[in-house]
């Protein structure tokens, strides 16, 4: 059975940092784009960050671009998000998502195939 697990998400104050990480059982992703998604209470799950199947290539949402950075690690098939200086607006459950279609990482939730069950990020103000 594959299965992504979230892992890392917390209550942080404003300003603060949270690693998230992700990591695949059941099937390897290592050739794939891996990304992150998040959906606030309310609100429909949006696209965060991508990452190509090397590392090489990332995507971010305007949102987060410049505070948010994605890495993987194709050894332990795991993807991670470290996220500084948060915001109470960063506030949502977070998914962890992988594709099994070569290529550029997408930023819709069409282009991924297996997700996570998510972890809870709360930033209090």
């Known amino acids: 059975q594959v299965q992504l697990v979230e892992s890392g998400g917390g209550l942080v104050q404003a300003g603060g940092s949270l690693r998230l990480s992700c990591v695949a059982s059941?099937?390897?992703?290592?050739?794939?784009?891996m990304g992150w998604f998040r959906q606030a209470p309310g609100k429909e799950r949006e696209f965060v960050a991508a990452?190509?199947?090397?590392?090489?290539?990332?995507y971010y949402a305007d949102s987060v671009k410049g505070r948010f950075t994605i890495s993987r690690d194709n050894a332990k098939d795991a993807v991670y998000l470290q996220m500084n200086s948060l915001k109470p607006e960063d506030t949502a459950v977070y998914y962890c998502?992988?594709?099994?279609?070569?290529?550029?990482?997408?930023?819709?939730?069409?282009?991924?195939?297996?997700w996570g069950q998510g972890t809870q990020v709360t930033v209090s103000s």
């Open positions: 998502a992988a594709s099994v279609r070569a290529g550029l990482p997408g930023n819709g939730q069409n282009d991924y195939d297996y």
């Open positions: 059941g099937r390897t992703f290592r050739s794939y784009p």
């Open positions: 990452i190509n199947w090397s590392g090489g290539t990332t």
